[in-house]
């Protein structure tokens, strides 16, 4: 009886497995409109997301999903804004503000691999929602869908708005060169070699047979080299042809020479080209052709850009009277290491990169007439981002990147839907459109990342002991043994040296005790006094002492770094001071607490209290984050000092100094301003405020916020009563002593001309630090004052 129950159970399960796929097989599939199913990949986490086409920018075009190791498409079909919002959430924005059909951003290569998708909006992956399934599609590239996101970013989601170069790189994954002495291996950078690319097979070399200079200048580009110059070609046909030679003749041959120099010179044969013969034969023999013939335009950000021929079969030999190409590199003026050269390539600049954290990297800006100005990312490209890295001295982009990935910057927003070819010398010399109100804002400042020679100096430096890869205690090479550096004279400026060196962006703090982190490895102190402008490419490029003379040569005393990839930048409006500057006479019995707090000039303090009065310059002071980071107090509240005068805590015991100067730069009268309330006053549109003051709250400037110190409130002022009538220079500097780590601390200055004739002022010409040329600031330095009061 069981068996018999056991033997139904078996054939009811036969007949429900067998029915259902007899009726699959034998109905038709309907093409139009057919049922979606939801298909879920393997793991949806594994799933790629990128936006790509043309012209776009970093929040729209073609969506491509990565599925089973290849690059796809999705079908507009049944698509809606349902989808949009799910697959932007998935690319890191919070939502989708439209989606385009019929291939608008133009037709994708390779899969389409999903078609009918419907989704409801909520979905965590596109894997989830209805479509024919994966692969499944009647569809051609003429129907590839895009989406448009809205342009904010989802809290955490690591993303750099890149719009980078697309080429299939299982052809050629990278590009080296290799020198063929052994000597050039030991300089950096290695400027001439053999170019080799990279494929899944390896590394192997390109036939020269053909090569022309434009191959030659993409591969300088990829190298981060701005030009490239002729090889001499004979000097490697000699070598080739002497290490392919047998050994007797070649023998023979230096015997012959031997004979013929003694007899002429009566001097030993130098042995430097055998050596190099022998180093040329030994590569001779490990020649792989990998790619028979290169044509490229000149314009390609990478080798693999331009049409290649690839060889077959047996790659050893075929490259017939060819050799593997070489090519030689032209440095920039940064990585040159003749001082003429420097000086010959140096010109002056309508170009710079600001708030990178490396060099070769940040917010493009442009000088028109005497004022710097940000560039709009409305079709911004790798083409004019290369044209700008060569400018500048580097080689070609590597990523060109937009929505203001940079930073914000400030004033005036030049040029638009620029468009180069690539061979031009300069941005300027591209087609571009004038801005137009309603065309930019700052929030779509283009921005690049170049390639740059690599140097080795990251090889140099270490961190141990810290928590994660971005701290840590600071250790050098010295001689062949490793050591920590004495904190002593330690601050953020060579904190910064230290954190770019190791390619870790910015530093955040500048360590100057570190027995909290672990000591299992402490070494002994190599390095101290330590000073370091903050432009050098290496801490050994900063002044320090030639034998160790640490006072405090504890390990606790070991300088040490917390690195970030962003940073907070504090600027000041400009306009706003001058338009509230003003003289107040302010009575002395009004003014006891801001004497407790040093704001006034030094003669005040043998007034005859609380009688008279104090001369005051007013203005108010409008600072702004354009940076990547929220600006936070170094010290904790824990340390923050409370001043019951006013009533408040003071979280930095300088923010800002208040200086006025004479022409020749002479200070006539200062104040400064202690940062006694760090807190969001107001914000862009869509920002929200993150700190507040009051109750003991936590004190800082949010990106995209800023901080206002009315005209009216204690020591916003500078105290002039000693000043004599004449033409001044007003000078406001946050941040003055970089306590405070910034992404650019070249414009933390404010200026303005000034004139005072005793009984009023006249203020003008108000302006950030790097905000003219240099060639306009001379001349504001150089002003001779207003003739009157009337400001042309």
């Known amino acids: 009886m069981e068996l018999h129950q056991w033997c139904r159970h078996i054939i009811v399960f036969l007949l429900n497995v067998w029915i259902p796929s007899c009726f699959a097989q034998t109905t038709p599939p309907a093409r139009s409109s057919p049922t979606p199913t939801p298909q879920t990949a393997d793991n949806p986490d594994s799933l790629k997301f990128r936006l790509s086409g043309f012209p776009r920018k970093h929040n729209e075009g073609r969506i491509e999903v990565f599925y089973k190791g290849e690059w796809g498409t999705i079908c507009?079909?049944?698509?809606?804004?349902?989808?949009?919002?799910?697959?932007?959430?998935?690319?890191?924005?919070?939502?989708?503000?439209?989606?385009?059909?019929?291939?608008?951003?133009?037709?994708?290569?390779?899969?389409?691999?999903?078609?009918?998708?419907?989704?409801s909006g909520s979905e965590r992956s596109v894997s989830v929602c209805k479509s024919r399934g994966?692969?499944?599609?009647?569809?051609?590239?003429?129907?590839?869908?895009?989406?448009?996101?809205?342009?904010?970013?989802?809290?955490?989601?690591?993303?750099?708005?890149?719009?980078?170069?697309?080429?299939?790189?299982?052809?050629?994954?990278?590009?080296?060169?290799?020198?063929?002495?052994?000597?050039?291996?030991?300089?950096?950078?290695?400027?001439?070699?053999?170019?080799?690319?990279?494929?899944?097979?390896?590394?192997?070399?390109?036939?020269?047979?053909?090569?022309?200079?434009?191959?030659?200048?993409?591969?300088?580009?990829?190298?981060?080299?701005?030009?490239?110059?002729?090889?001499?070609?004979?000097?490697?046909?000699?070598?080739?042809?002497?290490?392919?030679?047998?050994?007797?003749?070649?023998?023979?041959?230096?015997?012959?020479?031997?004979?013929?120099?003694?007899?002429?010179?009566?001097?030993?044969?130098?042995?430097?080209?055998?050596?190099?013969?022998?180093?040329?034969?030994?590569?001779?023999?490990?020649?792989?052709f990998l790619v028979h013939s290169v044509a490229c335009l000149g314009t390609e950000v990478h080798l693999a850009a331009c049409p290649l021929e690839f060889n077959y079969g047996n790659a050893t030999e075929s490259c017939p009277g060819g050799m593997p190409a070489v090519v030689s590199c032209v440095p920039g003026p940064l990585?040159?290491?003749?001082?003429?050269?420097?000086?010959?390539?140096?010109?002056?600049?309508?170009?710079?990169?600001?708030?990178?954290?490396?060099?070769?990297?940040?917010?493009?800006?442009?000088?028109?007439?005497?004022?710097?100005?940000?560039?709009?990312?409305?079709?911004?490209?790798?083409?004019?981002?290369?044209?700008?890295?060569?400018?500048?001295?580097?080689?070609?982009?590597?990523?060109?990147?937009?929505?203001?990935?940079?930073?914000?910057?400030?004033?005036?927003?030049?040029?638009?839907?620029?468009?180069?070819?690539?061979?031009?010398?300069s941005l300027w010399s591209c087609r571009y459109k004038n801005i137009t109100a309603e065309d930019c804002k700052h929030t779509e400042d283009a921005s690049v990342r170049c390639n740059v020679p690599y140097m080795g100096y990251e090889k140099t430096v270490r961190l141990s002991g810290g928590r994660s890869p971005y701290e840590g205690r600071v250790e050098v090479r010295v001689g062949q043994r490793w050591g920590s550096v004495c904190s002593e004279g330690w601050s953020t400026k060579e904190a910064m040296v230290l954190c770019r060196q190791l390619g870790l962006g910015f530093s955040m703090h500048a360590i100057t005790e570190t027995w909290y982190w672990d000591s299992s490895n402490v070494t002994d102190m190599v390095m101290s006094g330590v000073k370091c402008t903050g432009d050098e490419m290496s801490i050994s490029q900063c002044q320090h002492h030639r034998t160790v003379n640490c006072q405090k040569a504890a390990a606790r005393f070991a300088a040490g770094v917390i690195c970030s990839e962003t940073a907070s930048d504090l600027v000041l409006n400009a306009p706003l001071v001058q338009q509230t500057t003003y003289i107040e006479d302010r009575p002395l019995h009004m003014l006891y607490c801001a004497a407790e707090e040093d704001c006034l000039s030094k003669s005040a303090a043998s007034a005859n209290w609380p009688y008279g009065h104090r001369r005051l310059l007013r203005f108010s002071s409008q600072i702004h984050n354009i940076g990547r980071a929220d600006f936070r107090p170094k010290a904790g509240r824990h340390s923050w000092v409370w001043h019951a005068c006013h009533g408040h805590y003071h979280s930095m015991d300088i923010f800002t100094h208040y200086d006025l100067m004479s022409a020749n730069g002479t200070k006539v009268a200062e104040g400064h301003k202690a940062s006694f309330c760090l807190e969001d006053t107001d914000c862009d549109e869509g920002v929200s405020k993150r700190y507040k003051c009051a109750n003991f709250g936590e004190q800082g400037i949010t990106v995209g916020c800023w901080d206002l110190y009315r005209h009216d409130i204690d020591c916003q002022w500078i105290d002039i009563t000693d000043v004599k009538p004449g033409n001044y220079i007003l000078q406001v500097v946050i941040n003055p002593n970089y306590e405070v780590s910034e992404s650019d601390f070249t414009n933390n200055a404010m200026k303005c001309n000034c004139k005072y004739d005793g009984h009023r002022i006249w203020v003008h010409n108000c302006h950030i630090g790097d905000a003219f040329s240099e060639e306009a600031e001379k001349k504001f330095e150089k002003y001779p004052g207003q003739l009157n009061n009337q400001i042309s």
């Open 335 to 425: 990585y040159t290491q003749s001082p003429t050269m420097k000086k010959k390539l140096k010109m002056p600049p309508t170009t710079r990169l600001k708030g990178g954290a490396k060099y070769g990297e940040g917010r493009v800006e442009v000088l028109k007439g005497s004022e710097w100005g940000t560039v709009c990312d409305d079709r911004w490209n790798l083409v004019s981002a290369s044209v700008v890295c060569r400018e500048m001295g580097f080689g070609s982009a590597k990523e060109a990147l937009t929505g203001a990935s940079m930073g914000k910057g400030l004033g005036p927003i030049h040029m638009n839907e620029v468009q180069c070819t690539g061979n031009e010398r």
């Open 134 to 288: 994966w692969g499944n599609s009647d569809c051609t590239h003429d129907e590839d869908a895009g989406v448009i996101c809205k342009d904010e970013r989802l809290p955490g989601f690591v993303d750099s708005n890149v719009i980078e170069v697309q080429v299939d790189e299982n052809r050629v994954e990278e590009v080296r060169l290799r020198p063929v002495f052994t000597t050039a291996t030991k300089r950096m950078p290695v400027t001439e070699g053999v170019v080799e690319v990279k494929n899944k097979d390896g590394w192997a070399q390109i036939c020269d047979i053909g090569w022309t200079p434009k191959n030659t200048h993409v591969v300088c580009g990829m190298m981060g080299f701005p030009h490239e110059k002729k090889v001499n070609k004979n000097f490697y046909k000699h070598l080739r042809k002497r290490s392919t030679e047998p050994k007797a003749k070649v023998k023979a041959t230096r015997q012959e020479s031997k004979i013929k120099a003694i007899t002429k010179t009566s001097s030993k044969p130098k042995r430097g080209k055998s050596a190099a013969a022998k180093r040329l034969y030994a590569e001779r023999q490990k020649n792989f």
């Open 76 to 119: 507009d079909d049944d698509f809606s804004l349902a989808n949009a919002h799910v697959l932007c959430r998935q690319l890191g924005f919070v939502s989708a503000t439209g989606w385009t059909h019929s291939a608008k951003y133009g037709k994708g290569a390779g899969k389409i691999w999903l078609d009918n998708v419907q989704c």
